[in-house]
Every structure is written in structure tokens, then in C-alpha cells.
């Protein structure tokens, strides 16, 4: 497995400065991308950038905006032995203001990004502060989160002043920023290139096509961030195990999880800037829940091996409480008496007669947390439960229309996923394919119709002459 983020060839930039490296104070790989390259692959090359980090003591915060953690922040497993954080620190938001930005502007003949240098693009996402100044000339500011970088260190991240000009211009510039008049600066920022190879040369497992049992993940794959970088890598992981042990690889669809939507937009549409994972990315956006990762992924992870039993049991049991609170909310009613109060309250239309719970809460209007204080009888039987499995048993009832509709058009285009296409299939037999679908088909080699409906380059047109070439 490759996962060597910035580092094949990387390239630091500050100014006119430019040396090798993988990260600061880091030594960049060489020769790694060269041999790929004799093997038969294509590598590009891309750019990221990182904000200088500064002593948050030299900092004065009475001139910032505090930015407070949240009051009842999530937490990301779903065990119970994870607690949400307690203990938090204050972010800052401070801003740029015309005179940073004129002294900025003094750097740009001396910008590697201005002066043509850099030849990787960047994130279009995360743009450098010269980059915003030149883009969005008319803004007469801009925002920068003053981020501590953890419990145990005095460093402080300077989001939102990415930038790869001069460090005197850098040290000038920041200066005026208000509270950071007397700033003390640990490292510049900079800008990185490095070597990328286009992930079309990738099957869904992230194994690479060339060559069998050699498999990319993360930044290499021209991905960029944090997130981005683990999930392939857990992905190749798993897919490198699998191949070890002559099983089929785990591929997740698209509709099984944000995982399947990076991968498969990767593979069959290649990117040519570092691609970020963005929720308008995926078009089954109401299934693809953070409350109902564990009903989507958790079995998958504990059948192959992954997730431990005490996981899995807990997703049974959650399973089944959300199952006996819908249930009790389709078979039990209310009376006007008990509920018009709250309804009144809630400038929504009182009943004239029982009604069931759950289209009462089908209201836009009421939270399941207004009929558990409302009515004692609902409150006493959701007292046995858990928050997180009424929150779960909420989202399901509210939202069970367009869930259904979701899913309906998911199990549509899936029976495009089923109708398989081999690696060995001639696309030059068929004349009636567009020369561009045809390359791309050729090169991509997708594994179903589903896949190839999602090449860019393929047209509906192109897939319904697959289609009955197929023979459906
Ligand atoms: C300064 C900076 C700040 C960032 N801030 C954020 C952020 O706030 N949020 C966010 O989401 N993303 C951020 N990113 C991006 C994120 O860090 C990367 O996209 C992500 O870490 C990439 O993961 P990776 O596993 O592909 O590579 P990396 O995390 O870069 O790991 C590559 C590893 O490969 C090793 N390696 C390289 N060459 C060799 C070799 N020849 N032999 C053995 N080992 C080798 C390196 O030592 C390194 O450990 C930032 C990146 C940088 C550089």
C-alpha cells in the first residue's frame, strides 16, 4: 500500500525560496514516483498550502471575536464508553483588514503562485490569502479563525492566512491583523507541490490496475484532508487483506456510504485538483445519515472481522429500540384533551379527534421531545430508552417519505450496478459509442452499467446502446 501524501517530490515553496520536502522540517521522497512511471503509470502533480503557526501567548484575544466550543457537542462513536468532551478551548475570529492586504500585494513579484512556479493546482476549496485578495479584489476583508492546536502546546493555527509569499512580507502583513500586533511566529507558511497519480488508474478496491496487489491511498490519489485520507486508507487496508486471503473485495455503493461516493468519483472521473469530500457530492444524501452509519456499515464491519461483538450488539439493540418506539407511535393515540395545549403552544391546528402520535409528530412543528414533556404516557414509555435510539426512532418517522423515495430510486439505478460488463469487453465492437465514451470506457474498464453511467464523457445515449448491446 501507497500512501505517501505530499512527500513523492515534494517541494516546498516560501517566496523565492523553493527545497525539498514532504512536509516542514521533512525530507521528500525520491524516486518512488520515477519507478511507477517505468511501470506504465501517469502522474500529475498538485499543490496544497498551510497557514504560518504563531505563540498564542504573543496573541491579545480582547481584540478577537471569542468562537465557544458547542455546549452539547456530537461525538463521533457510537459506543458508550466514548463520552462527549468535556473540557473545551475557545477558538478566536479575528480579520484581515486593506492594509495587510497592501502589504501582501508587495509580495506578489516575489509569489511562486503568481510568478508561475508553482505549476500544481491547488485546492480550490481552501484558497491561499494572496489567492483570496486576488480572486475577490472587491472584499475589504477577511475572516481568520484563530485555532489553538491542542491542550498541551502554546502553537496556534492561523486558519485562513494560507500563504506561500515571502516570510518578511508574511511577518509584516500578519502584524496588522488586529490582536496580532505583536505576534510571535514559530514557522511561516507555505505552499507544497507534490506528485499525484490521476486515480483512474484504480479499481473500486483502490488496487492499482497495472500492477495486481499494489494498492493507493490518500493524498496520492489526489485527494486532499484528513478524513479524506483515512477512509481510503482503511479501504485499501481491508482490500489489500482481502487479496491477500483470495476474497472479494469490500466495495461500498454509493448509497452505502460517503466512502463509496469519494471512491467511485475518483475512479471514474478523476480528479484533476485536490478533491474534497462535500456532502453535495452524493445524490442519496437522505440515507447517507451520521445517525444511521452504524445501521449502514456496522454488520459489514463485524462480518469481515473488523468491528467487535460489543459493537454489534449494540446496533441490534439500538435496532430494535427504534423499531419498538415507531411501532409504539403508528399504534397508539392521542386525545384532544392531553395534546391541543402543546399544539396551541406550538401555532399549529388543534385535533378534534384521537389521533395517532406519530402524525402529530409528522408536524413540522413538534419534536419528539415536546410530546415526551407534554404527555406523561408517551414520556413513560420513552423513558426506557436510550436519547440517541428516540433521536434515531424521530428521524425515521419525520423523514419516512422521502427515505422511501430515496430508497426506491436507489434500488433503480442499482439494477444498473447488476448488470456486469468484464474487464475483457471490446468496446470498438460497438459502433454506435461516441469516440470520447469509447476511450474512456476502454481505459476506465468499468465493472457494471452502473459505473459506466457515472464516466464523464458517457452519455445516457452511450449507455442505452450498452444497454441493449448487453442485452437488456
Ligand atoms: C501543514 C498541513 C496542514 C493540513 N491541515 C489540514 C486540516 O486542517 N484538515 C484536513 O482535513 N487536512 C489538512 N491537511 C491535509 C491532510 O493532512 C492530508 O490530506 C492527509 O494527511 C493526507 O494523508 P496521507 O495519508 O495521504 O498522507 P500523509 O498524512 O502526508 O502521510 C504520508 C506518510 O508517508 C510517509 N512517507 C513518505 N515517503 C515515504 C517513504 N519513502 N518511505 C516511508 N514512508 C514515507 C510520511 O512520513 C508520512 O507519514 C493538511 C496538510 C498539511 C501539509
Excluded at 498541551?152 to 493555527?157: L, P, V
Excluded at 413540522?364 to 404527555?375: A, F, R
Excluded at 444498473?416 to 459502433?431: A, G, P, W
Amino acid at each position: 500500500m501507497l500512501t505517501s501524501g505530499t512527500f513523492l517530490n515534494g517541494l516546498i515553496h516560501i517566496g523565492e525560496k523553493n527545497f525539498g520536502g514532504g512536509r516542514a522540517g521533512e525530507k521528500a521522497a525520491y524516486g518512488i514516483t520515477e519507478q511507477l512511471v517505468l511501470l506504465g503509470f501517469e502522474s500529475g502533480r498538485m499543490k496544497t498550502g498551510t497557514p504560518p503557526r504563531v505563540d498564542g501567548r504573543s496573541l491579545d484575544y480582547t481584540k478577537m471575536e471569542e468562537q465557544k466550543g458547542d455546549e452539547t457537542p456530537d461525538k463521533f462513536s457510537f459506543l458508550t464508553s466514548s463520552k462527549p468532551l468535556a473540557k473545551q478551548r475557545s477558538c478566536f475570529i479575528t480579520y484581515t483588514n486593506q492594509e495587510v492586504h497592501d502589504i501582501l500585494r508587495t509580495g506578489f513579484d516575489k509569489s511562486p503562485m503568481f510568478t508561475g512556479r508553482i505549476k500544481g493546482l491547488g485546492p480550490r476549496y481552501c484558497p491561499s490569502v494572496e489567492d483570496k485578495i486576488d480572486r475577490f479584489a472587491d472584499k475589504d476583508r477577511h475572516q481568520i479563525f484563530v485555532e489553538p492546536e491542542g491542550w498541551d502546546t502554546i502553537e496556534i493555527y492561523v486558519n485562513g492566512f494560507s500563504t506561500s509569499l515571502p516570510e518578511d512580507v508574511q511577518v509584516k502583513a500578519i502584524r496588522k491583523i488586529p490582536g496580532f500586533e505583536n505576534v510571535k511566529m514559530f514557522r511561516p507558511g507555505y505552499a507544497i507541490e507534490y506528485d499525484y497519480f490521476p486515480p483512474t488508474q484504480l479499481f473500486s478496491s483502490l488496487e492499482t490496475k497495472l500492477v495486481k496487489g499494489l494498492f493507493f491511498a490518500g493524498q496520492i490519489n489526489g485527494t486532499t484532508g484528513y478524513e479524506e485520507a483515512a477512509c481510503q486508507g482503511l479501504m485499501a487496508g481491508i482490500n489489500a487483506h482481502q487479496s491477500v486471503k483470495k476474497l472479494d473485495p469490500l466495495i461500498l455503493k454509493r448509497s452505502d456510504a460517503y466512502i463509496g461516493v469519494l471512491i467511485d468519483d475518483l475512479i471514474n472521473k478523476g480528479t484533476e485538483e485536490p478533491y474534497r469530500m462535500f456532502t453535495s457530492r452524493a445524490e442519496y444524501r437522505v440515507m447517507l445519515r451520521q445517525d444511521n452509519a452504524d445501521f449502514r456499515l456496522t454488520e459489514l464491519s463485524y462480518k469481515l472481522g473488523l468491528a467487535k461483538e460489543e459493537r454489534y450488539e449494540r446496533v441490534k439493540i439500538k435496532k430494535q429500540a427504534v423499531d419498538d418506539i415507531i411501532k409504539y407511535f403508528k399504534n397508539h393515540s392521542s386525545i384532544p384533551e392531553e395534546i391541543n395545549e402543546l399544539l396551541l403552544s406550538k401555532n399549529t391546528s388543534i385535533i378534534e379527534h384521537k389521533q395517532k402520535y406519530i402524525s402529530i409528530l409528522l408536524r413540522p412543528q413538534i419534536e419528539i421531545t415536546d410530546l415526551q414533556k407534554h404527555v406523561p404516557e408517551v414520556n413513560e414509555f420513552l423513558s426506557k430508552f436510550e436519547k440517541e435510539f428516540i433521536e434515531e426512532a424521530s428521524i425515521q418517522m419525520k423523514y419516512e417519505g422521502y427515505i422511501q423515495k430515496e430508497q426506491l430510486f436507489v434500488e433503480k439505478m442499482n439494477r444498473l450496478e447488476d448488470v456486469v460488463i468484464n474487464d475483457y469487453f471490446d468496446y470498438d465492437r460497438v459502433k454506435s459509442l461516441s469516440n470520447e465514451a469509447r476511450n474512456k470506457l476502454t481505459n476506465i474498464k468499468p465493472k457494471s452499467l452502473g459505473q459506466a453511467s457515472r464516466i464523464s464523457g458517457v452519455s445516457p445515449a452511450d449507455i442505452s446502446v450498452l444497454m441493449i448491446y448487453l442485452g437488456r
